[in-house]
């Protein structure tokens, strides 16, 4: 194993003089509060070695880095027959592209674009409440991350809900043709508050580890999925995790990651660790700049590329 405390510091320090470059979300206007000059980074090995620089304790909003949270639990429920509902094939277009939704007919491409996630959110509620239905997305992180102090940021919530025009449209969409089994407001409900937890890196790390190790969270010894579910996730991941983005991800740093316009990023090294970092300015694909450097740093340092060394 490579030494991994160094490599992260020497990652922290050489990107320090860069921190604040990239554009920090602000079309949800409490995102845009956040210090750009945040950074934080987190690698927890499969055999429970952590590894952290910076901000790595500090809570960020994960954003639509819960959506893999919420397959997990989607694909637990529904199993294969998620994909009658949500398509698996890289989307090539923007995270709340509305287009491509009119030409599949209310099908999304995959679960990581808004409207898949949408679809996702209709899925894990399963008809119950919204507020059941969260809270059940809210255990399942803190089982995941085996700690119990991880919640949703109720300011983040409202400040997606008053400001989701184009969710509201994507999920009305959706409703138009018939691809929705509970009302609009209530999927979006679920979608806004999953989108809405806060984290810390150390946090998101942990909580990324059972799709390193096979499934079961090496840690707590909880089998979170089987092995073979926890491959295809982190093939949907590699393939959809970083939106338009998604084939630059795979070249650059060639792991399995999901990204979020609160600026984090969570990594799989199968086999490895998890690794979180958060930057919060985004490049033109709405990905962290700074956070997919410090991946591309690690990435190249490690050898821990899914492609090879
Ligand atoms: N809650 C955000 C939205 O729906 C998620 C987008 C993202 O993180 O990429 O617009």
Known sequence: MPDLQKIVDEIYSKLKPRRGEGKVADYIPQLAHVDPKKFGMAIVTVDGEVHKA?????????????????LTLALGKHGETTWNRVGREPSGSAFNSIVQLEHEEGKPRNPFINAGAIAVSDLVLAGHTPREAIGEIVRFVRYLADDETIAIDPEVAKSEQATGYRNFALANFMASFGKLDHPVEHVL??????????????????SGLF????????????????????RRINALMLTCGHYDGSGDFA????LPGK????????????????????????????????GSLALEMLADRTGWSVFGQ
């Open 54 to 70: 910076g901000d790595a304790d500090i809570p960020f909003s994960i954003q639509s880095i819960s959506k893999v949270f919420t």
């Open 251 to 254: 070249y650059r740093v060639g």
């Open 259 to 290: 990204s979020g316009v609160g600026g984090g990023i969570l990594a799989v090294a199968p086999g490895k660790a998890s690794v979180a970092v958060w930057s919060p300015g985004l490049n033109h694909n709405g990905n962290s700049l700074i």
């Open 189 to 206: 409900g679920v979608y806004f508050h999953h989108c809405a937890l806060a984290m810390t890196c150390t946090q998101l790390a942990h």
């Open 211 to 230: 799709l390193a190790a096979a499934g079961k969270n090496p840690l707590t010894g909880h089998r979170v999925v089987p092995s073979q579910r926890a």
